[in-house]
C-alpha cells in the first residue's frame, strides 16, 4: 500500500478512527494495522461475561468480518508496527512504518491507537504458571481455562477489572481473596461511600478482601503458583491469581517520534499530538479535561474511544471538531450494575441517595454547588438524569438530590449564571 491513511492500533479507537473517516467520506485508502491476530473486539465482556463463560469468542468481534472488504478498509492482523518514520521531503505528517515481521506501509497520514498494556508485578515468582494478566481476549480465554480447575483464586488489586474478576469467580464456586494495596477499594475512581459499599457487598458474597496490603511476592512448586506471600509475611494458599494493578499507556512509538508523553501520549481536545499532522486516540493518550478543558486525563472507557477517534478522524480531515461528550463508564460486578457519567475529579461535596446496603443507590458530586458527576449502583434512571443533565448543562440542586422518593430527573434545573467578576 502507499499513501492514505495508517491506523496503528486495531483497537476500540482504531477501527473507529476509520470508520469515522469514511463515515465522513474519506476515500483515500485507509490500513488498520493490529498486533493480535484477532479482528478488532469488544473488551469489556472480557472481565464478565466471557470469563464466565457465557458468551463465545465470536460474539466479541465489533464488525462482521465482511465489513472491512466493503467498507475499504484494509485489516492487517497479527503485525507489530516496531519503527516509524516520518518522511523528511514529503508532505507533512507522511512517512512510512515497519512491522517486526519487515513489512512496510507508506503512508499520508498516520493515527496511534496503541492502546495500554497491564502494569506488572516486578516480585519473585511472578513468572510462576497461575499467574495470570487480564487485558485482551487470549488473557481472558487463558484465565477462563485455568478458571474452571482453580479452586483458591487471589485477586491482586481492587479496581474494576480486579472487583469483575472476583464477582466472576466467586459465582462460580471459587474460594477467592482480594489484596488491594490501598486503604479501600477503587480509591481513585470513587468517593469512600462507595469504597465502603462494595467492600460490604463482596464480603457479603462471601469474598474475602484485605485491605493496606502489599504483595512482596508469588510462591509456587515445580513452576506453579502456590501462594502469595504478603508484605507482613502472610502467605495466602491459590492455585490462580489474577494481577489488576493498572495499566500503562503504549507510547514507545510516540516517543521515536519525538512526541510529547506525559503518562500517555499528549493530545489536545481534537485528538491531535504535538505534531499536529499525527494524531492519536484511547487508553494510549492523556487530553484535556473534556468539561474543563483544564489540565491533564487519561480516560479509559469505550465512550473516549469512540468519541477521541471520532474527533481524530475530523482533524485528519480538516473538518470541524465534533460536540464533546459527557464522559461515562461502567462497571458489572455479578448483580451490581455500577454506571458512572461525568468526571468527579475534585469534588468537595458528594450527596448519596438512597440505602447503599439495600444495593441500590447513587451518589453525585458537586465542586463548589456545581454538579460534576453521579455513581450509579442498579440505579439506571438516576444516572440516566445525571448524564442528560451534564449533557445539556443542567444542575441537581445538592439541597434536593438526597431525596431518594424524587425522581431525580424532576429535579433538573438550568445551572446558575456565572457571576461576572467586578
Request: aromatic fraction near 4%; include cysteine.
Amino acid at each position: 500500500m502507499s499513501g492514505g491513511t495508517l491506523i496503528v492500533g486495531a483497537s476500540q479507537a482504531g477501527l473507529q478512527l476509520a470508520v469515522s473517516l469514511r463515515q465522513l467520506g474519506d476515500t483515500e485508502p485507509i490500513t488498520l494495522v493490529g498486533e493480535e491476530v484477532h479482528p478488532p473486539y469488544q473488551r469489556p465482556p472480557l472481565s464478565k461475561d466471557f470469563l464466565a463463560g457465557e458468551t463465545d469468542p465470536e460474539s466479541l468481534a465489533l464488525r462482521a468480518p465482511s465489513y472491512y472488504a466493503d467498507a475499504a478498509i484494509d485489516l492487517v492482523s497479527g503485525e507489530c508496527v516496531t519503527e516509524v518514520a516520518l518522511s523528511p521531503s514529503g508532505p507533512p505528517g507522511s512517512g512510512t512504518a515497519t512491522t517486526s515481521s519487515g513489512r512496510g506501509f507508506a503512508f499520508d497520514r498516520l493515527a496511534l491507537t496503541v492502546g495500554a498494556g497491564p502494569r506488572r508485578l516486578a516480585v519473585p515468582g511472578a513468572e510462576l504458571d497461575g499467574v495470570r494478566y487480564l487485558r485482551d481476549r487470549d488473557d481472558a480465554a487463558a484465565l477462563r481455562q485455568h478458571l474452571g480447575s482453580a479452586s483458591r483464586v487471589v485477586v491482586v488489586g481492587g479496581g474494576f477489572i480486579g472487583l469483575e474478576a472476583a464477582a466472576v469467580a466467586r459465582a462460580l464456586g471459587k474460594d477467592v481473596t482480594v489484596v488491594e494495596a490501598a486503604d479501600r477499594l477503587i480509591s481513585r475512581a470513587v468517593a469512600p461511600v462507595v469504597s465502603e459499599f462494595y467492600l460490604r457487598a463482596h464480603l457479603r458474597r462471601g469474598t474475602r478482601v484485605l485491605l493496606s496490603a502489599g504483595v512482596a511476592g508469588f510462591e509456587g512448586v515445580q513452576g506453579r503458583v502456590t501462594g502469595v506471600r504478603l508484605g507482613d509475611g502472610t502467605t495466602l494458599p491459590a492455585d490462580l491469581v489474577l494481577v489488576g494493578v493498572g495499566v500503562l499507556p503504549r507510547t514507545e512509538l510516540a516517543r521515536r517520534l519525538g512526541l510529547e508523553c506525559d503518562r500517555g501520549i499528549v493530545v489536545d481536545g481534537r485528538a491531535r499530538t504535538s505534531d499536529p499532522h499525527i494524531v492519536a486516540a484511547g487508553d494510549c493518550t492523556v487530553q484535556p479535561h473534556p468539561v474543563t478543558g483544564l489540565g491533564r486525563v487519561r480516560l479509559e472507557s469505550v465512550q473516549n474511544a469512540v468519541a477521541q477517534a471520532t474527533a481524530a478522524a475530523a482533524s485528519l480531515l480538516g473538518r470541524p471538531a465534533p460536540q464533546p461528550a459527557v464522559p461515562w463508564f461502567w462497571s458489572y460486578q455479578g448483580d451490581l450494575k455500577l454506571q458512572i457519567a461525568g468526571l468527579s475529579g475534585g469534588y468537595d461535596q458528594h450527596v448519596v441517595r438512597g440505602e447503599p446496603d439495600s444495593e441500590r443507590f447513587s451518589v453525585l458530586y458537586y465542586r463548589q454547588g456545581e454538579l460534576l458527576a453521579i455513581d450509579a449502583v442498579n440505579s439506571p434512571a438516576d444516572y440516566m438524569a445525571v448524564r442528560k443533565a451534564l449533557a445539556q448543562g443542567a444542575t441537581v440542586p445538592a439541597g434536593a438530590a438526597g431525596d431518594h422518593g424524587t425522581p431525580l430527573k424532576s429535579l433538573l434545573t438550568a445551572r446558575p449564571a456565572a457571576v461576572p467578576s467586578s
